[in-house]
């Protein structure tokens, strides 16, 4: 399975392939506008979160309801588009005056280390493609993943275990459906009582003008034993997982386990 | 510069993603589509191909008419997806007595192998994709490719060398000016007595209602000296070109320079 | 499945290491030693082929005579090193006066390509790589793959259809056993009346001090129905094969079934 | 540039194919020796890292010791193959009674999913491809990539910030040279009273038949702006570090940068 995924954040819209899906697999259209409207979800989430209501096209590889084994494009339109038209169409600009540079690069982005690399004098050349909306072209893939999972009883979920300076307490989610309060909590934290003090970090965050970092665990149930290989480095499981997470613009870290933890602990413990 | 296309000849649309392309490049719309026309054109083609009139979408990777250095994403919409809506949605079928199965796999396509490889009742689950509209989405990604080639001059055409029994002269092409001719040919053969004679054919072999093979000369001028590479086997270009074209439906063999034709003479000849 | 192979003609020994087997397969040297001998055969082959008394050892993924699943390394030393140490040496050159140069390009190679590309003054960094002799790699990984083959029964041979201008006589290969005498034959082929023709042919040649061309013919059976795939056409077959055969460098051309003779002929004959 | 490594623990050797590395690197045999040098190092590790002198060959892609532009394979024999003759070789087994299967999983590795997955009665067939010793390709492939890296100023190098309970002190590594003092630590931290409190640490857990965490820091110097790219996930320079890093089988975390740190303070700090 390989995909490519494609769309800048205000241009027309996001469009991603998958290819190697196989056949006969149920896929609806409505999975992945729910998968895409989880991406949205969250706590104190600025106002582009709220009139991003993704809306799904399958433009391929699925057939009355089911996958044909062929590429599946979907295509997820920039629901604001018209406001960007002229600053983002892909037709040359015909106005007299052209569209007015962008020339603040963002920090912690890849806006300035994009723009001295190709000498681009309108970092929104860079930034358009470097922002966060990239990741929809993922939930996409993942949806159709998770599709695929499903079909051999295999389910993938996460819940926030840290905002800022607060933790939940440790808890034992020993199967999917454990995961499940997490999706009504609205930090999607499994302790009622650290969501309630996260959701203050966030407000008080928010007031002064603050961002803030956070903690995720991503579970998956019902993996068979010996899924990746110990055969070559680049076929490890525990390598692809990790590449492909810190690969999300956000993610500076990525354990698996008990991870750094270990890092004090003798072998016995 | 790898790229993955999309599509059901009959489906909403064909999509192809290109990833790779350097920024800056010139990227117009009108070129994609032109290509598309040329793809078209033929003498004799059947009536699918005059509905076909493609129009292009770019839904990313292209801003202001020129390329982001991100993936550039093409919708080619299919223009009679209306009169197929009901046998090709990809929701689930809703009226009773469903989607009327097709059970007759055309011959010399990959339907039968499909529906045996699959156990697939309905063979239209196989044959749109292996369809020759397949071909659209490697249009796209070549009118790309040749707009990256153009920037650093070289060149890419190619003209018609035979149509079932007949031939064409043979002629020294020295430039890729000297294959304009052939853009205005109806069977795009420089030869005009030959292309008489191949139209002809082509008539002949319709009111019959059979088919005919031909041969076509792909050239490319301004190539600069050791492209591709000796060092390993996957990274040289004749496999790489021959492995390319092959893999277009209706192509049953491939020759680099005078090919099999030399399996008969002597190395001093 | 992957492999990289290395090795220069008269450098220490051609290396390949073959990825993605399965855990299991028998593996025997003294096969793929039976394969490295039938590369060298050939009637009126040159000098060079008789000292090539390939050996084979087997340096990983091989336990016990069955394959681990891990990668399979196959080393197979030049015989005649000891002679080209000074010039092929890895070790930086020692004596002085240095080694002397090649500087006359062969025709028909990669070698002047290579020498311009790389701006280099000695051809042999060139044509040490670009030589026949890389085809040994080709030849491990292929006895592998033939291994995992024949134990799904699937059985590729192959028999010589031309040399110069001789041609044999059309006939049905209808098994693998139906190639045997192939095997035999001094120049692969399954008509003796031709394979004497071809002989005299070669004779001549070479009393000329010329070369010839000539066509093979491939047969895999046991095949099932459906290998490769239509959804991508990255994936079909037919491209693969053609693609994997003109990398080959005496390779000038591919032709699937009946090939460019259907060029000339009608769909319904 | 790709690889792929060869070799189990036990077996003949540890066989590496690099492709891709560029012509007229310099490139010394002894060089790669050192870098495995280094790998064995490391206060109180055990009895095998003695024995395990590893000595290089450099079979290909090296010429009077500057890299041809073709695959350069490198060869590590394992200098106690002998002993293991008998259980380890290719060939099948040829004296009565067979070879004695291990039947004890090591916990932590992949030798117990291996078994299942493979339905394996002797867990030696995976465990030789399982061991640590697998990481001797990595290194082989890693030593040819800083040459590369040199040749345009860019240096790697590391050192240890923990292990078990003991963490060094906090200091600023703004060179390559900064390092150097990590060579010749004991335990390769550039803090010399931590260095000793680690020693001592080690020491402690050795008596007591235990085992110990520990913390890297990998630092890359020279690297120019914009290496990598922002425009497709799996082309981003964090994901594929920690794809490579996580790959490492005692590695069970990666950060980037402040990593977990930066989950509990604000943006502003």
Known sequence: MRFLDAGESHG???????EGLPMGLRVRREFIQDELARRRRGYGRGGRMSIERDEVELLSGVRLGRSLG????????????DNWRESMSPEECAFPGGVQPVTLPRPGHADLAGAIKYGDEDVRDILERSSARETVGRVCAGALAKLMLRSVDIEVGSHVL????VRAAERVVGSFTDLEPAEEDPVRCLDSKASEAMREEIDRAREEGDTLGGVVEVLAFGVPCGLGSHVHWDRRLDGRLAGALMSVQSVKGV???????????????
Not at 162 to 165: A, I, N, Q, Y
Not at 255 to 269: H, I, K, Q
């Open 12 to 18: 027309p819209g996001m469009v991603t392939v998958v």
């Open 70 to 81: 062929s590429p599946i494009a979907v295509l997820v339109r920039n629901r604001d588009f």
């Open 162 to 165: 840290g905002v800022g300076r």
């Open 255 to 269: 354990e698996v386990g008990e991870g750094f933890a270990l890092s004090s602990v003798r072998g016995s413990e």
